[in-house]
């Protein structure tokens, strides 16, 4: 089991940077996969990023390639969404999730087996 609390949240200016956080309890949490998810109001849950269990590779939706940068570290239970040049675009609840089952693909949200409760995020124009 694990459990996911994500931190980090704000209103930003567009343009601006903001660093999330989504801590982990659990001696398991280095074993797995980690994924950034984001939901903006009427719209689907969409994949953001996602980091294998050594952070030894990463992928990203085309829409933040370039401006978001997702990290771990396993000695902390941590992992970390930086977000760059910031868009009004980018205005969502932020989630973290962990372990999507294997062989599936990553950025579908319902291969994850657990999930944090979300941080907003909001950039203002």
């Known amino acids: 089991q694990v459990q996911l609390v994500e931190s980090g949240g704000r209103l930003v200016q567009a343009g601006g940077s903001l660093r999330l956080s989504c801590a982990a309890s659990?001696?398991?949490?280095?074993?797995?996969?980690m994924g950034w998810f984001r939901q903006a109001p009427g719209k689907e849950r969409e994949f953001v990023a996602a980091?294998?269990?050594?952070?030894?590779?990463?992928i990203y939706a085309d829409s933040v390639k370039g401006r978001f940068t997702i990290s771990r570290d396993n000695a902390k239970n941590t992992v970390w969404l930086q977000m760059n040049s910031l868009k009004s675009e980018d205005t969502a609840v932020y989630y973290c999730?962990?372990?999507?089952?294997?062989?599936?693909?990553?950025?579908?949200?319902?291969?994850?087996?657990?999930w944090g409760q979300g941080t907003q995020v909001t950039v203002s124009s």
């Open positions: 999730a962990a372990d999507p089952q294997y062989g599936s693909s990553w950025k579908n949200s319902a291969v994850y087996h657990y």
């Open positions: 659990g001696r398991t949490f280095s074993s797995y996969a």
């Open positions: 980091i294998t269990w050594s952070g030894g590779n990463t």
